[in-house]
């Protein structure tokens, strides 16, 4: 079965899928996206991404091509032509095409959309939370605006790669101050001495995950006190417990910083149990 891909307006075999060279988002990274679990068939938190969407659209002034009411229609029908039942979605928005210029192309330029769904093996996943990550810290040197979930992501990834180079599987970013800002595909937490949830407040230093604000749900309703406040880097090396959140990754324990082990150096009962409940707080959309 090939994969199927949506590019503006058409369902088109992925391996022939393309758009224009003079993208915006080719040029000059100026475009935003969103990731979007699939579980069982279902969308988790949709609604919440397309608000960040949403978001994203008006701090960049780009117009979304598609009313909201399509856009989750085509989401859907890429789930089903993919047959992808537990995966993702992507679905990124871009200024458009137009003749090289950091000025904005004329009114009227079409916002270049392109979607696309796969697959993710949910055994593999299991295993690895149930074995924990490995983290290596990292300066935060990206732009001022992390907050918006923006195609600019070249630190991000400059950051995933030095952390696979060194054993781990994400990069803490740390700010000038000292303080964990996040990971660089996800958001970053510990739980403290006195068994509470400390996580950077979602300013414009931090994406603020979908992930992350389901966790607030989930952790009053198993009666953990959370703080929003940024941690240094050695309040994390002797927290009880570490992990980071994502829609991809849901709630992954980390069990190592910087080769310093973190708690009993095995995943830890917090994120174990907030990871065991995410789905049944999550709002499903089908
Ligand atoms: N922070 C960064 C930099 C990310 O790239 C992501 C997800 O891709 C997150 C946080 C987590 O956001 P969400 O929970 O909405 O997936």
Same mark, same amino acid.
């Given at each position: 079965? #090939?994969?199927?891909?949506? !590019?503006?307006?058409?369902?088109?075999r992925?391996?022939?899928?393309?758009?224009?060279?003079d993208?915006?988002?080719?040029?000059f990274a100026d475009?935003i996206?969103?990731?979007?679990?699939?579980?069982d068939?279902?969308?988790?938190?949709?609604?919440?991404?397309?608000a960040?969407l949403?978001?994203s659209?008006r701090?960049?002034?780009?117009t979304?091509?598609?009313?909201?009411?399509?856009?989750?229609?085509v989401?859907?029908?890429?789930?089903a032509?993919?047959? !992808?039942t537990d995966? *993702?979605?992507?679905?990124? !928005?871009?200024?458009?095409?137009a003749?090289?210029? *950091?000025?904005?192309?004329?009114?009227?330029?079409?916002?270049?959309f392109?979607a696309?769904a796969?697959? /993710?093996?949910?055994?593999?996943?299991?295993?690895?939370?149930?074995?924990?990550?490995?983290?290596? +810290?990292?300066?935060?040197?990206?732009?001022?605006?992390?907050?918006i979930k923006?195609? /600019?992501l070249l630190p991000?990834?400059?950051?995933?790669?030095?952390?696979?180079?060194?054993?781990a599987?994400?990069?803490?970013?740390?700010?000038?101050d000292?303080?964990?800002?996040?990971?660089? #595909? +996800?958001?970053?937490?510990?739980?403290?001495g006195?068994?509470?949830?400390?996580? *950077?407040?979602?300013? /414009?230093a931090?994406?603020?995950g979908?992930?992350?604000?389901?966790?607030?749900q989930?952790?009053?309703?198993?009666?953990?006190?959370? !703080?929003?406040?940024p941690?240094?880097?050695?309040?994390?090396?002797?927290?009880g417990e570490a992990?980071? /959140?994502?829609?991809?990754?849901?709630?992954?324990?980390?069990?190592?910083?910087?080769?310093?082990?973190?708690? +009993?150096?095995?995943?830890?009962?917090? #994120?174990?149990g907030?990871?065991?409940?995410?789905?049944?707080y999550?709002p499903? +959309?089908?």
């Open positions: 079965m #090939s994969r199927i891909a949506y !590019v503006n307006g058409r369902y088109i992925h391996a022939d899928a393309g758009v224009s060279i993208d915006r988002a080719f040029l475009g996206y969103e990731v979007i679990e699939i579980f068939g279902k969308l988790i938190d949709e609604a919440g991404h397309l960040r949403e978001r659209a701090e960049l002034r780009l979304l091509p598609l009313a909201q009411g399509v856009l989750k229609l989401l859907r029908e890429l789930a032509r993919n047959r !992808v995966g *993702h979605v992507y679905l990124q !928005v871009t200024r458009g095409a003749r090289r210029d *950091h000025f904005f192309p004329k009114p009227g330029t079409p916002a270049t392109v696309f796969h697959r /993710s093996d949910r055994a593999a996943a299991e295993a690895k939370a149930r074995a924990g990550i490995k983290v290596i +810290s990292l300066p935060d040197i990206r732009w001022k605006r992390p907050d923006t195609t /600019s991000n990834v400059l950051a995933k790669q030095q952390a696979r180079e060194a054993g599987y994400e990069a803490w970013l740390v700010d000038a000292g303080y964990v800002t996040e990971g660089a #595909s +996800s958001n970053a937490w510990i739980v403290d006195q068994g509470a949830l400390v996580t *950077h407040p979602a300013d /414009s931090i994406l603020s979908i992930t992350r604000a389901r966790l607030f989930i952790a009053a309703a198993q009666g953990l006190a959370l !703080v929003e406040r941690f240094t880097l050695e309040e994390a090396f002797s927290a992990f980071i /959140s994502g829609a991809t990754t849901l709630v992954m324990p980390v069990v190592a910083i910087d080769g310093r082990t973190i708690g +009993s150096g095995a995943p830890g009962p917090v #994120s174990l907030l990871r065991a409940a995410f789905h049944d999550a499903a +959309s089908g």
